[in-house]
C-alpha cells in the first residue's frame, strides 16, 4: 500500500483523491445501499432469459443488461414477460462417482425427506424440491455422507428451446456477457443445450 502511495504522490495526485481511493477500496464510509433486481427477457431465437442481479445503481444495471442483451441478438422485456415459463426449485446435483451408495437407496431418502422428483444420467443424480423443503432434503443428504456438485433454489424451465450451431453460439455469448457483468448473480434460461 505504501509503494502505491508513493507512485500517486510522484504522479502529482492531490492528497484527497488517494485518501478517497483507500477509503472506498477499504469499504469505510460505503453507505451503498444493494438492492436485488430481476430482469426478463428474449436471448437469440426466443430463448427465455431471466437475470437476477444486486446493484447499487439500478439505471446503471439495467443499461449495462439491456447492452448485453442487445448486442447478442435479444431483447430486454418487461416484467413478467417470461418469468411464468419457469417454476422456482430447489435442485441438488450429486456426482455419482463421489458416492458408493446405490441409486435406489439415495432416491428413497431424498423422497423420504420430502423431495418432488428423483432422475438420473449417465453422470449425476438431480433431486428436485419445493423451496420450502430444500433446507430440510439437502440436511438430510448431507448427514447421509452426500456431497453435492451444485445445490441452490434455481428458476427451472418448464419448457426449453433447442438451438442451431449459429443461434447457440448467440446464447453462449449472450450467457458470458451477462456473466462478466459485476452486478449479476445469475442467470436463468431456457435454451435445451
Same mark, same amino acid.
Given at each position: 500500500l505504501k509503494d502505491v502511495i508513493a507512485k500517486c504522490k510522484a504522479a502529482n495526485m492531490p492528497n484527497d483523491t488517494i485518501n478517497n481511493a483507500i477509503k472506498k477500496a477499504s469499504g469505510e464510509g460505503n453507505d451503498a445501499n444493494y438492492e436485488e433486481v430481476v430482469y426478463e427477457g428474449y436471448g437469440p431465437n426466443g430463448v427465455a432469459v431471466i437475470v437476477n442481479a444486486n446493484t447499487d445503481n439500478r439505471n446503471r444495471t439495467a443499461a449495462d443488461v439491456r447492452h448485453v442483451f442487445d448486442k447478442a441478438g435479444?431483447?430486454?422485456?418487461?416484467?413478467?414477460?417470461?418469468?411464468?415459463?419457469?417454476?422456482?426449485?430447489?435442485? =441438488?446435483? =450429486?456426482?455419482k462417482n463421489s458416492t458408493d451408495m446405490a441409486e435406489d437407496d439415495i432416491m428413497m431418502l431424498a423422497l423420504d425427506a420430502g423431495a418432488e422428483d428423483f432422475s438420473a444420467d449417465d453422470e449425476i443424480y438431480q433431486i428436485t424440491t419445493e423451496p420450502s423443503d430444500f433446507t430440510e432434503v439437502s440436511e438430510k443428504l448431507e448427514q447421509a455422507g452426500l456431497e453435492f456438485l451444485d445445490a441452490g433454489v434455481q428458476m427451472v424451465p418448464t419448457t426449453t428451446v433447442a438451438l442451431d450451431e449459429k443461434g447457440a453460439e448467440k446464447m453462449e455469448r449472450l450467457l458470458e456477457r451477462l456473466d462478466e457483468l459485476d452486478d449479476v448473480a445469475n442467470v436463468y434460461h431456457n435454451w435445451e443445450e
Open positions: 435479444g431483447n430486454l422485456g418487461t416484467t413478467g414477460c417470461v418469468s411464468y415459463m419457469f417454476d422456482k426449485k430447489g435442485v =441438488i446435483v =450429486i456426482d
